[in-house]
């Protein structure tokens, strides 16, 4: 199977940027984006180095590519792992995973195999279930758990704005999709 | 990015089963077949229905394409959503999910937002741990969370058969990967 990212992605180019808010803001920009052109839920991710460049980016692609795995953080792996030639990202650089939301059961599990180092947040999941979506069976002590492997998390990362986002997806109408 | 099975599964048919032992033992003969051919880890998976038709099945791709989350269970959901056109699996019948082991931290997330009803597996993660694999941080009331989720479990089938092949992917020297 050929996953693509959505057209309009080419058009979004990652900003040159120096801190987690800058960075946050180009994510929530795509998420804000895959809403209004209909190509998946409200969420984004990228996966930027220490020295501030983007090595990839994707959004929730859900009910576009039809596929229940397609959230943000999986996808952007999936796409940084291509262009680094690796399933070992931490072989290649210590890299943060920023994503527009906390991650659910599935990309809580997922991150730690890709060899991600840090983790920046913006709404928290009780934000994500507000709205209606589900975040799983994810274990309570999962921050520690990143900790104790050696993943450090950054929450709440321009949460007003993350909120925003959530609401403009619930406004246009889109489906909220768990599983059914 | 282009998502292929490896060549050799197209010569190992679905078997016409009529029980979860013999789907077991087709799904451990992919994952043998797997170690063999050097495409991944010792891990597949396959999703069956009610009336005993495979509709897709997959194997660990995570070495030989590079790519942290192509667990079995993940590789699967994608060629069956496919196949199916839907993110939302339950839309189109009561699948099971045949495993050679217990999922680990994001295939047990995984599973139900592809709306799978029924799990059935086969070594368990101290089993894989044993070997030297990590299974994540999973909770550990999965199963009783997945069965008031209406995802029911059946575990150990063929769990000696399942050993086997785990100790053939230690004896092949292949490498146990972890996110590093």
Same mark, same amino acid.
């Given at each position: 199977? @050929?996953?693509?990212?959505?057209?309009? #992605? %080419?058009?979004?180019?990652?900003?040159?940027?120096?801190?987690?808010?800058?960075?946050?803001?180009?994510?929530?920009?795509?998420?804000?984006?895959?809403? =209004?052109?209909?190509?998946?839920?409200?969420?984004?991710?990228?996966?930027?180095?220490?020295?501030?460049?983007?090595?990839?980016?994707?959004?929730?692609?859900?009910?576009? *590519?039809?596929?229940?795995?397609?959230?943000?953080?999986?996808?952007?792996?999936? #796409? /940084?792992? %291509?262009? *680094?030639?690796?399933? /070992? *990202?931490?072989?290649?650089? !210590?890299?943060?995973?920023?994503?527009?939301? =906390?991650?659910?059961?599935?990309? #809580?599990? /997922?991150?730690?195999?890709?060899?991600?180092?840090?983790?920046?947040?913006?709404?928290?999941?009780?934000?994500?279930?507000?709205?209606?979506?589900?975040?799983?069976?994810?274990?309570?002590?999962?921050? %520690?758990?990143?900790?104790?492997?050696?993943?450090?998390?950054?929450?709440?990362?321009? !949460?007003?704005?993350? #909120?925003?986002?959530? =609401?403009?997806?619930?406004?246009?109408?889109?489906?909220?999709? @768990?599983? =059914?």
């Amino acid at each position: 199977m @050929n996953i693509a990212l959505p057209e309009w #992605m %080419e058009l979004v180019k990652p900003p040159q940027y120096a801190d987690d808010e800058s960075a946050m803001r180009y994510v929530l920009t795509l998420a804000q984006r895959n809403i =209004e052109e209909r190509t998946g839920g409200p969420f984004a991710a990228a996966l930027v180095s220490e020295d501030h460049r983007v090595i990839a980016s994707g959004v929730n692609l859900v009910t576009s *590519l039809n596929c229940a795995v397609f959230h943000a953080e999986i996808v952007t792996i999936m #796409m /940084a792992s %291509e262009r *680094l030639g690796t399933w /070992a *990202l931490a072989e290649r650089g !210590r890299f943060t995973m920023v994503i527009t939301a =906390e991650p659910c059961a599935m990309c #809580m599990g /997922a991150i730690p195999w890709a060899g991600i180092k840090r983790v920046v947040s913006c709404v928290r999941d009780e934000d994500v279930r507000a709205v209606g979506f589900n975040e799983g069976n994810k274990p309570q002590d999962w921050i %520690e758990h990143y900790t104790s492997q050696g993943i450090s998390v950054t929450r709440d990362v321009l !949460r007003n704005e993350g #909120m925003k986002v959530l =609401e403009a997806y619930v406004a246009s109408g889109a489906v909220i999709y @768990n599983g =059914e």
